[in-house]
């Protein structure tokens, strides 16, 4: 069986096009912003442990067609980073995005979730798809809503945290 080869996608001023060997750096400066890091799974990690997450992107995501992973580029520059996979938090499909903090507050947030909501639900055939937030991150929380989402319940996390997990179901067609 040939692995999934993960699209390219377009918004308005966006392109979401697979990882290149050269966007390394720029996807190691990303995730190891603490900005932006301290929203990503279990917060900010080592250079070395982001390195080693880039290499599996190659190695196992791209290589097993495990799922789809995008470098996210305005003006040929990566600013940010997405994805769409099943997680077990979810018990379905969810989507994951960061944005570099030069970019906030543009509406590029809101352009990169509805590209990857509108790939799941046209390409993969999804009926919904799910987010999982930390619950501080209100900025977040506000542009999923403003796209449809819905709280669906709260996770306690081990440390004493709440993560909200929201979902978006598919507009029923007419």
């Given at each position: 069986?040939?692995?999934?080869?993960?699209p390219?996608?377009?918004?308005?001023?966006?392109?979401l096009?697979?990882?290149?060997?050269?966007?390394?750096?720029?996807?190691?400066?990303?995730?190891?912003?603490?900005?932006?890091?301290?929203?990503?799974g279990?917060?900010?990690?080592?250079?070395?442990?982001?390195r080693?997450l880039?290499?599996?992107?190659?190695?196992?995501?791209?290589?097993?067609g495990?799922?789809?992973v995008?470098?996210?580029?305005?003006?040929?520059?990566?600013?940010?980073?997405a994805?769409?996979?099943?997680?077990?938090?979810?018990?379905?499909?969810e989507?994951?995005?960061?944005?570099?903090?030069?970019?906030w507050?543009?509406?590029?947030?809101?352009?990169?979730?509805?590209a990857?909501?509108?790939?799941?639900?046209?390409?993969?055939?999804?009926?919904?798809?799910?987010?999982?937030?930390a619950?501080?991150?209100?900025?977040?929380l506000?542009?999923?809503?403003?796209?449809?989402?819905?709280?669906?319940?709260?996770?306690?996390?081990?440390?004493?945290?709440?993560?909200?997990?929201?979902?978006?179901?598919?507009?029923p067609?007419?």
């Open positions: 069986m040939t692995p999934v080869t993960t390219v996608l377009r918004t308005e001023r966006l392109l096009e697979p990882y290149v060997t050269e966007d390394e750096e720029g996807f190691v400066a990303l995730f190891q912003d603490t900005l932006v890091s301290r929203w990503m279990d917060g900010p990690t080592t250079e070395p442990e982001d080693a880039f290499g599996r992107i190659f190695s196992k995501v791209y290589a097993g495990l799922f789809d995008w470098a996210v580029r305005r003006d040929g520059l990566l600013v940010g980073h994805e769409i996979k099943r997680t077990e938090e979810t018990g379905g499909h989507i994951i995005y960061a944005l570099a903090p030069g970019a507050g543009s509406g590029l947030g809101t352009e990169i979730a509805e990857i909501v509108a790939y799941g639900f046209g390409t993969l055939g999804l009926a919904e798809v799910h987010a999982t937030v619950d501080p991150n209100t900025a977040s506000a542009l999923l809503e403003r796209i449809g989402f819905t709280h669906v319940r709260d996770v306690r996390e081990d440390d004493g945290s709440t993560t909200r997990v929201l979902t978006r179901r598919r507009d067609v007419a």
